[in-house]
Every structure is written in structure tokens, then in C-alpha cells.
């Protein structure tokens, strides 16, 4: 359709920077699809580079068509589809559209204006194919008859310059120019006509537009000669200028054109008839041939079409006939509610984002003129978020304040767009932004100390408490695992005692637990999340190990190592409550479970003597008779109050007797463990009865030296509770005390058998066993011992005179 010369002559391209940025191409219509335009980043100066991560587009102002496009990687702007400029501007003078170059980041909107260029693709077209025309005969020379004017989509250069007609001998041709500029033909007679000579007369009209090459259009002319009627209809006015409001209803009267006609009869009659118009056009309104009354038809826009121009043709009942143009213009009024673009959005936004934040790009259009398209925009006031203007109809959402995921994870904001017009309209659109979690919160633990209590001789492996901590935080940021912070207890390390799982907090016992080796401690726990960089607190557990009786008492004194048994001399004049001796034994556990109860299971004489139950002291029940047994035999059990109790037995010998003449009966005490070895024994006494004096004098020095430190001799491994033979635990009993008073019982021995031992008590008043395990004796404890050994000292000498005589 266009030739190469002609493309050519159109190629070379107009280009304007404004004074904001803005830009304009001229280029001629019907160009191919990927036609090159221009170089708008060359011309705008923006860097091609960075056009797509700039996000860099053509958008297409209200509801057009998107007609060009641009190359991110040269820059270019191109032909997006055809571009008819008849179909797009009509018959417009000129044909611009806009369309806006948009990027982000920042946001930039450069404006171009497209002049779309008319070329010469329209042939010149005749409203009809043949021009039927009454002329009377009665014509003068030089009449002038209009013709029907040929119509070209095209403009300016490239419509109808010119008309022709063949040559004939009736006519000639003259073309003539309105107040529009338009271009119309009429035929003027040179020649009188004459009806019984010829009554037809047949013409071939050219019409000619100024494109290169040219084009044209040829419509034929049927010319009836008749009687005369020699006035063509008048227009009252050349042009009707009217105004109407968009939206006018159907039937609404928009102008009445009228005309003339000087004849009379069937001559001067008139009617009216649209010319060459657009087709739509005959869609939106509607003519009356009669009375040219001009109404409303379809909706009438502004939006879509501002202007309309009408030609109107005014024909007599011959056909002489007449032309006027009615312009309407459309007035504006709100009938569009502004529209609400979200051109870009940013979500899930990070809850560290920084105040001021760009989180989406809106654009508001509104398609209305003036002030009805005039509008403001803004958001609800509970969010921290705010509009920013922009450029032109733009706007930047900014975060107004700090985000908290764990307050508010997601918000619906609601954009309001109101215009200005009267009454205003208004629109409104939501958007659902969401916040993306960070490692922000740390785990926390619901308790500030946690506090495990453990029974002694637990099964290794099973739970002794359960920690929890939470975090606020999401997914992987808020999984919490548990571990043991290291350290040691009691030399050792926390693992060696416990373990802990990590995803549940439990802890477990690795080993069993010994009350009387650890009674308590403490470890931490620390709590981390899985964040990047993850987040960890601690928490103190304290472990207390609560004892269990797994202890029987051990019974001190009598001693119970050996094969040997311990005497303890009654005097026969021991009056009733008399303290005869004391059982002295400790528990290894605490509380309850060492309180210890005395009890005699068995004696020789049952009502003879009783037991303290809390003390182990041995008292006379009554006064020593002479029918009393000299030998007496006492079993002793002492038990625990723990649960299921725990017991120990000794056993004590007692011998009722005033002085040691009477020990050699105490071989019958010994007899049931060696009656041939005390038999032996005795006879080696009487032998060695002249040596007891000389034994004497070492008792007395022994004696001496025993006043200086502690009297404590040994036969036998019957001994006075030596120091060394406490366990090491036994002093530390957490106050339940296994002993009211602290007794000492040192041996006195005599020379005799070894199977003839006894002893003498006597009670030392301390109140408890000493920390450092020894027994310890006041002062009074030891005036007591030195007036014992005088009166031992009298009662060997009694018993040895006694011997020698």
C-alpha cells in the first residue's frame, strides 16, 4: 500500500525533549509491527542496562491500546501493532495518543507523545454509485449545480485535492473550497438544454486526493432533463455549533437544522438527509428527514469521542439539493470513579524492615477532565503504612513504623481514590500484605528456675523433670532445642549424671544417684533456636536427691568384730534406773530414716533391766537382789523408722558384782565358745598367783600415765569406741542425730585370762559426734576418770589381797 519513497520521506522522526523529561515521535501509520520508532533511552538518557532490573514498560494512559512497546536490551521503542490513523483520530488534523515509559527503582514516568503520520491509503469514495440529477430544461448558462462531495479517510494532502469530469458539450466542472477547507465540485451549464433534443445527459466524476502516487474515486452522473425548477434549498445557517452533556438519554433533541427552497409545489419541498458522515455516528444519532430535528440515538461518551461533526444535506423534491456541517461538542460530566492500579508490590516484607520502606508502587486513574478527574488518595489510619505522592498520578506505599510478626503477621489495607468532582465518586481497593518472620525473639523459658527432685538408687535412664521454652518466632526461628551447658560436678563432668533431650526438654538420669555421696546440684540448660543467627537463653536446674533407706544402723559399741565379747561389771548394789551401760550406734541415711529405736529381744532376766528406746541406754528396772543371776546376757536390736525399717543386733554380757575376786566364775559366760581353752587359762592363774602383785604395780603406773590421755586399753578387740573406728560419714547426719549424748567406754582389763575381761562405764556429756569424727571429753569427764581409777586402784588392791590370802 505505501511505497518505498514514501516510507522513506516519513521515516525521518520529529523528537522533542520538554522541559520535564518528556519526549515525542512522529512516524507514519500502517508501520509493521517491530518498526523502530526511536531510541528512547538515548534520548531520555537512561542507562539500557539497567532497563530490566528497572522493571522498564510502556503503559498506556486510561483504557487505550498499548500501540508501541520497548526493546529492554537496545533501548528502542518499537510498533506494538498496526496503527490505522483513521481509525484511531478520524478525521483529526492531528493524531496524537500518549503513552507513559514507567521504571522502578527508583520510580521514574516519562511521558511520549506519538504524532501518527497520515499516508496515503485511502481511495477517494462517493456516498453512492450513480448522481441522479433533475435539471429543467429552463436552466440559464452558467447555473451552477453542486455535486455530491467524495469523501477520504485520509487527511490534509492526502484527501481530495481536485475533481474531473469528462468532457461533453453540456458541462464543465468547478471545484470550490468551504469554510472548513473542505473541497466540493459543481457542475456549471455552458450549454442550454434541451428535453426533445436529448432528455438524459450522463457524466463520469473523478475525484483526485494530493497522496503521491495519487489516488481516486469516480462516480457516475445521470443528469434528467425536466422543466425548470431553478432554486436549490437555503440553510438557515452554514454551520449549527451546539453543546451536549455525556450520558444524555436516548431521544434527547440536540439541534433542529432547517432550510428553504424559493419553489413551490413539489419543487419547494425539503428534506434532510445525513452526508458523507462516520457510520458510527449513524449509530448515535438520529435525523428526521422531515423536520431536521437531530436527537440522541446511543450513549453518548466523552470519554470516548469529545467532538462530532455532521453533514447534513438539504434536497428539494427534484434534487437540487444543499450542505451543512452541525459540530457537537460533548460536555464532561462524573460519571467515572476513579481506577486503582497496583503497578507493583512487594510481599511478604521482612518484619526488620526500616521505617520508609517502598513496599508497593499504586497508580489512580480517573477518566473524566478537569476536576472530575482530579484525585486524592489515602489509607486507613490504624496501619503503619502511608501513600507518598509521586509522579503525576503515582504513589509510593512506605511502612510508617517498626513490624512485629509476632503482634500482627499479615495486614489488609484498604486505598481510597476520591475525585473532585461534584458529586464526587470514590473507589476503593484492598491489598494483602504479609510479614516475613526474622529470628528477632530468643527461646524463653516458662519457668525462671526449675527444681528436680531425684529418689536415691534410681534407674539409670529414667526422667527426673521436663524443661520448656517457647519462641514467638515462625517455623525454623521459633524450633527450639535443648542441650546441657558443660560443667562439672563433684570433679566429674554434667553428662557423667545427666542427659536431656533436645527436642522434647525432658532431662534424664544417666546414672543412679547415691544420697549419702552427692545430696544436690545444679546444671544449665540452655535453650537455642534454629534461626541464622540462631538465639539461646538459660535456665538453672536444681537437682536434689531425696534419701531412701538403704542403710542398716551399724552398732558402735559393744563392738562386733571379732570372736571376742565384752563384760560390763553391775555392781550388786545397783539400785533401780542405775545406768548400767549404753548401745551407741549410727544410720548412714538422713532424716526419718536415721532415727533410731532400742530394743532388748532377748535377756537372761527379763524384768531385770530395760533400754532406753531413743538413747541405747541400759538402766536397772529394780534394785540387784541376791537371788539375781551373776551373769546376765542381753540381745539388743536397733532399728530405723525409714520404710520397709532396717535393723542390727549385739549382744551384751553383765556381770553382777561388787569386786574381781568373783572373776574367775566368768568362765561359765565363755563356755558355749571354749570351755577346755578357759579351763586352761584358770590354771595358769592359780599358777602365776605369786606374779599378781608384780602386775599390780604395772596396772597403777598404767593407770598414772592414762590420766594424761585418754584411758583406753586394748584386750582382745574389746575396745572403748576408738576415734579410728567411726565411718566418715557418720558425723554429718543433716540435725536428725543418731546419738543424744556421747559416751566413752574405756576397758579396764584385769590380768588374768583373756576370756576374763570386763569393764567400767562411764558417760561423757557431749552433745553430739564432732565434725572431725573423734570423741571428745569435757573436764568433768575427766575428773570422773581419775576418780575411777582410784577406785580401781582401791578395788585391785582389795582383790589381790584377797588373791594372796
Known amino acids: 500500500m505505501v511505497h518505498e519513497g514514501f516510507c522513506l520521506f516519513f521515516s525521518i522522526l520529529f523528537v522533542a525533549h520538554t522541559a520535564y523529561g518528556d519526549v515525542s515521535y512522529s512516524f507514519p501509520e500502517e508501520m509493521k509491527r517491530g518498526y523502530v520508532i526511536g531510541n528512547i533511552a538515548k534520548d ?10 528497572r522493571k522498564a514498560r510502556i503503559d498506556a494512559e486510561g483504557n487505550r491500546k498499548r500501540y508501541c512497546d520497548i526493546n529492554l536490551n537496545t533501548g528502542e521503542l518499537t510498533v506494538a501493532e498496526r496503527i490505522d490513523r483513521e481509525g484511531l483520530c478520524g478525521k483529526k488534523a492531528a493524531c ?6 514507567v521504571l522502578e527503582n527508583p520510580l521514574e514516568l516519562h511521558r511520549i507523545s506519538l504524532i501518527v503520520e497520515d499516508i496515503n491509503d485511502n481511495n477517494p469514495l462517493f456516498g453512492k454509485d450513480v448522481i441522479n440529477m433533475e435539471i429543467r430544461e429552463s436552466a440559464d448558462k452558467g447555473k451552477r449545480f453542486l455535486l455530491e462531495e467524495a469523501n477520504d479517510a485520509d487527511i490534509g494532502q492526502n484527501s481530495v485535492q481536485s475533481y474531473s469530469i469528462q468532457n461533453n458539450e453540456y458541462f464543465v466542472l468547478s471545484v470550490q473550497s468551504n469554510s472548513l477547507g473542505e473541497k466540493y465540485a459543481e457542475i456549471i451549464l455552458k450549454k442550454d438544454l434541451d428535453r426533445e433534443q436529448q432528455q438524459e445527459v450522463n457524466l463520469i466524476l473523478t475525484a483526485v486526493d494530493g497522496g503521491t502516487p495519487p489516488r481516486s474515486g469516480t462516480v457516475a452522473i445521470h443528469v434528467t432533463v425536466l422543466d425548470a425548477n431553478d432554486n436549490a434549498p437555503v440553510f438557515s445557517q452554514d454551520i449549527y455549533k451546539v453543546s451536549l452533556p455525556e450520558n444524555s438519554p436516548v431521544d434527547t433533541v440536540v439541534v433542529t437544522v432547517s432550510a428553504t427552497d ?72 462524573n460519571d467515572n470513579a476513579p481506577i486503582i492500579v497496583v503497578k507493583s508490590l512487594h510481599s511478604p516484607i521482612p518484619e526488620n524492615a526500616l521505617p520508609g520502606t517502598e513496599v508497593g508502587i499504586i497508580n489512580v486513574q480517573d477518566r473524566d477532565s478537569d476536576n472530575n478527574g ?14 507518598v505522592p509521586s509522579i503525576k498520578n503515582y504513589y509510593s506505599l512506605v511502612t510508617t513504623g517498626e513490624l512485629d510478626r509476632e503482634l500482627l503477621s499479615d495486614y489488609n489495607i484498604t486505598i481510597t481514590a476520591t475525585d473532585e468532582g461534584s458529586p464526587p465518586l470514590s473507589s476503593t481497593k484492598n491489598i494483602h500484605l504479609t510479614v516475613a518472620d526474622v529470628n528477632d525473639n530468643p527461646p524463653v523459658f516458662r519457668d ?58 525432658v532431662i534424664h538420669a544417666v546414672r543412679s544417684f547415691d544420697y549419702e555421696q552427692l545430696k544436690s546440684f545444679k546444671v544449665l540448660v540452655l535453650a537455642r533456636d534454629n534461626g541464622s543467627p540462631s538465639l539461646s537463653s538459660n535456665v538453672t536446674v536444681s537437682v536434689f536427691i531425696t534419701d531412701e533407706n538403704d542403710n542398716s544402723p551399724q552398732i558402735l559399741y559393744p563392738s562386733l568384730e571379732g570372736n571376742s565379747f565384752m563384760t560390763e561389771m553391775v555392781p550388786k548394789a545397783a539400785q533401780a534406773r542405775s545406768l548400767v551401760s549404753k548401745v551407741i550406734a549410727v544410720d548412714a541415711d538422713s532424716g526419718q530414716n536415721a532415727w533410731l529405736s532400742y530394743h532388748i529381744v532377748k535377756a537372761t532376766d527379763p524384768g531385770l533391766f530395760t533400754i532406753g528406746v531413743h538413747s541405747g541406754e541400759i538402766r536397772t528396772q529394780r534394785d540387784i537382789s541376791e537371788s539375781d543371776s551373776m551373769k546376765q546376757n542381753l540381745i539388743v536390736s536397733v532399728r530405723d523408722n525409714g520404710q520397709p525399717s532396717l535393723s542390727a543386733t549385739c549382744a551384751l554380757y553383765l556381770l553382777i558384782s561388787d569386786n574381781l575376786a568373783e572373776v574367775p566364775e566368768l568362765k561359765d559366760m565363755s563356755r558355749d565358745e571354749s570351755s577346755s581353752k578357759l579351763t586352761f587359762y584358770l590354771i595358769i592363774a592359780l599358777v602365776s598367783v605369786s606374779t599378781f602383785f608384780l602386775t599390780f604395780i604395772i596396772i597403777i603406773l598404767a593407770v598414772r ?46 590380768t588374768g585370762s583373756r576370756t576374763s575381761d570386763f569393764k567400767f562405764v562411764r558417760s561423757y556429756n557431749e552433745g ?29 588392791q582389795a582383790l589381790f589381797s584377797k588373791k594372796i590370802t
Open 705 to 750: 600415765f592414762c590420766r594424761r590421755r585418754k584411758p583406753r586399753l586394748l584386750f582382745d578387740g574389746a575396745v572403748a569406741i576408738p576415734s579410728a573406728y567411726l565411718p566418715p560419714n557418720y558425723a554429718e547426719v543433716e540435725g536428725a542425730g543418731t546419738l543424744r549424748s556421747t559416751y566413752n567406754y574405756d576397758a579396764y582389763l584385769t
Open 768 to 796: 553430739t559426734l564432732t565434725a572431725d569424727l573423734t570423741l571428745k571429753k569435757t573436764q568433768s569427764a575427766v575428773d570422773d576418770l581419775e576418780g575411777l581409777d582410784a577406785e580401781m586402784s582401791d578395788s585391785f
Open 262 to 333: 424559493a419553489d413551490e409545489g413539489q419543487n419547494g419541498e425539503v428534506m434532510f438527509e445525513f452526508g458523507h458522515v462516520e457510520e458510527d455516528y449513524k449509530h448515535l444519532f438520529y435525523l428526521d428527514r422531515k423536520t431536521g430535528v437531530i436527537r440522541v440515538k446511543g450513549p453518548i461518551d466523552f470519554e470516548e469521542e469529545a467532538t462530532f461533526n455532521l453533514r447534513i444535506i438539504a434536497k428539494d423534491g427534484l434534487g437540487l439539493t444543499s450542505y451543512s456541517n452541525v459540530l457537537i461538542g460533548v460536555r464532561d460530566i
Open 96 to 101: 496524537v495518543f500518549n503513552q507513559e515509559l
Open 374 to 387: 482530579q484525585v486524592r488518595c489515602s489509607i486507613q489510619q490504624n496501619v503503619p503504612f502511608k501513600l
Open 448 to 505: 525462671q528456675n526449675y527444681r528436680a527432685n531425684v529418689q536415691e538408687n534410681n534407674k539409670p535412664g529414667s526422667s527426673i523433670c521436663s524443661v520448656s521454652a517457647t519462641d514467638p518466632d515462625w517455623r525454623q526461628n521459633g524450633t527450639v532445642v535443648y542441650s546441657l551447658l558443660s560443667s562439672d560436678v563433684s570433679g566429674a563432668p554434667v553428662s557423667s549424671f545427666l542427659s536431656i533431650n533436645g527436642d522434647t526438654g
Open 44 to 53: 531520555l538518557g537512561l542507562d539500557v542496562n539497567r532497563l530490566p532490573s
